[in-house]
């Protein structure tokens, strides 16, 4: 048996029925991908697939799908009774394939699961539970779009929730249900007329500190002293944050550009997250927790907007503005843009080739952040309007 990587994905590879078989894993991490080699391996041989988990069921599944073998019925049912794969005869409707994709290694793991979960509402609420998945195409991808729009959501908020539905339809032809995703072929709606620009300065990000819960403090304190992302910072692990050399290392898996990338500690910050990851959970390995479960987004967002009410400021800034003043910060402080462009992770810009080969030690991105400063201005916020 060998687990091997090609691309981005664990290929695993063993003999079975007389011959060499291969199949990818959905494993991100190499561990990962040899639990389910060992899994996979253990019930071709034996026949017996009772004690399979999910992740490693569905790659058994796409084993027999690649080798044309006929899928045993004990593999299509997991152990609490469920039935992973529609009957032939069954019309396949949104609510399944919801649930379809939220089961799925990928997004039951992924940071970005809750916010999936709330577009899915919005699309159930629009097409209904029992709306056949066939019937979803184009014109009616883009008949939603004009739906939000008349019902005033943001142009930001529409393209999140048509890329709600383009993973459920990519784990739909995963899981071979469906041949194609029709969401990939429909534009995003354009963005430029919310576009924001935003700074908060050193002296309302600390009267923010001052009005939010104390089990928020610390994401806050380490989106503005870092730059990261919110889900990037809610997926972090105890093994991703290295005090004693003051770098945090994001796996990629847990970025939007699906690229791992280092994270330099602010000498600021290590005191913070020193008293952070002291509190462990025995049911994830997450560091921020609220009543001993990982935050979520939506927990969040109320004492969010609450602090900006009450600090008067309009129009009030989201999450995501801390990762603007950081970057600001950044540039403000004489960062060298290449390290400063590495530690922010952008994956939407082209790269030089000395960005491309060149390396960055530890060594420089602790250089770097040493030498920034947070206090550089009065807080602006400027939203653009459609004419």
Same mark, same amino acid.
């Given at each position: 048996m060998a687990v091997r990587k090609r691309g981005n994905k664990w290929h695993l590879r063993f003999y079975a029925k007389g011959r060499q078989v291969e199949v990818a894993t959905m494993a991100s991490l190499k561990r990962d991908a040899e639990h389910v080699a060992v899994s996979v391996e253990h019930a071709v041989r034996t026949g017996d697939y009772s004690n399979l988990d999910m992740e490693s069921r569905l790659t058994c599944i796409r084993l027999f799908h690649n080798q044309k073998w006929q899928i045993p019925e004990a593999l299509l049912i997991t152990s609490d009774g469920y039935s992973i794969a529609p009957d032939i005869q069954e019309e396949l409707v949104l609510w399944k394939g919801i649930e379809l994709c939220l089961m799925y290694p990928?997004?039951?793991?992924?940071?970005?699961?809750e916010r999936h979960i709330a577009a899915f509402a919005n699309i159930v609420d629009k097409f209904g539970k029992n709306y056949p998945v066939r019937n979803i195409w %184009?014109? *009616?991808?883009?008949? #939603?779009?004009?739906?939000?729009?008349?019902?005033g959501a943001k142009p930001s908020t529409i393209n999140k929730e048509k890329a709600a539905l383009s993973k459920m339809f990519q784990v739909l032809v995963e899981l071979q249900y469906v041949d194609v995703n029709p969401a990939r072929q429909v534009r995003d709606l354009s963005e430029k007329t919310s576009e924001r620009q935003v700074y908060?300065?050193?002296?309302?990000?600390?009267?923010?500190?001052?009005?939010?819960?104390?089990?928020?403090?610390? %994401?806050? *304190?380490?989106?503005? #002293?870092t730059g990261m992302r919110r889900g990037e910072i809610m997926s972090?692990?105890?093994?991703?944050?290295?005090?004693?050399?003051?770098?945090i290392r994001i796996e990629a898996a847990m970025t939007k550009e699906r690229q791992w990338k280092r994270v330099p500690i602010h000498r600021d910050l290590v005191y913070i997250l020193q008293e952070v990851v002291k509190v462990r959970s025995l049911s994830t390995s997450r560091i921020f927790l609220l009543d001993g479960r990982p935050v979520s987004p939506d927990s969040i967002r109320k004492p969010w907007v609450e602090a900006m009410t009450a600090i008067g400021l309009n129009p009030a800034p989201t999450f995501h503005g801390l990762r603007h003043t950081w970057k600001t910060n950044a540039r403000r402080s004489g960062m060298d843009p290449e390290?400063?462009?590495?530690?922010?992770?952008?994956?939407?810009?082209?790269?030089?080739?000395?960005?491309?080969?060149?390396?960055?030690s530890d060594q420089e991105l602790i250089k770097a952040i040493n030498l920034m400063t947070f206090d550089h201005g009065e807080t602006e916020i400027w939203v653009s309007s459609p004419k």
């Open positions: 990928e997004i039951k793991n992924s940071p970005n699961r %184009i014109p *009616q991808i883009k008949e #939603y779009q004009i739906h939000r729009l008349d019902q908060i300065s050193y002296k309302d990000y600390c009267r923010i500190i001052d009005l939010v819960p104390k089990w928020l403090r610390p %994401i806050i *304190q380490t989106a503005y #002293y972090l692990t105890g093994s991703d944050v290295d005090l004693s050399r003051r770098i390290i400063r462009e590495a530690i922010m992770g952008h994956g939407d810009r082209a790269r030089s080739v000395s960005e491309r080969y060149g390396h960055i």
